[in-house]
């Protein structure tokens, strides 16, 4: 991602042209989420929440230390991992790094808004899982049935 600021305050966010990824593109979805970046309400620093209505901020180093205590109290109980769909290798790599040391864990990843029924049924129909990329500028006419093609689909 590119992301355009203004005395330090994000104002666009731009796909990256030099993503194999994405080539550069993105989704209204991902244009919109510089929104979130103004919402009051936000983290803005790992906390935890006492019960009462109150945050106790946390360094990110304390956060790091609470963590790793938790996680060795665990006593060799198996660990699940729940993200959303990760695209970065290096990100990839660490998480498939985590069962080495916590055995029996496993990493699940879930997505609010999901393709995984468009990539199998482009298997099914296609032989190939992907999601289709379409020319538009090619077509003489488009007709949509029910799809917003030119947003999410």
Not at 137 to 142: G, H, L, R
Request: proline residues 5%; charged residues 20%; aromatic residues 8%.
């Amino acid at each position: 991602m590119v992301v355009k600021t203004r005395e330090g305050r994000p104002i666009k966010i731009e796909g990256n042209e030099m993503s194999t990824v994405t080539g550069g593109s993105t989704t209204a979805r991902v244009q919109g989420s510089v929104l979130s970046l103004y919402d009051v309400a936000r983290v803005r620093v790992p906390g935890t929440f006492d019960g009462k209505d109150k945050v106790n901020e946390l360094t990110f180093a304390e956060l790091d230390k609470q963590v790793m205590s938790a996680l060795a109290g665990l006593g060799g109980k198996p660990v699940v991992l729940l993200t959303g769909t990760i695209i970065s290798p290096t990100t990839k790599q660490v998480i498939g790094e985590f069962p080495a040391k916590y055995p029996g864990s496993r990493h699940v990843t879930y997505d609010a808004i999901s393709y995984s029924g468009m990539l199998l049924a482009n298997e099914a129909s296609y032989g190939k899982r992907a999601l289709p990329v379409y020319h538009f500028e090619n077509a003489k006419v488009i007709v949509s049935l029910g799809a917003d093609f030119l947003g999410t689909g």
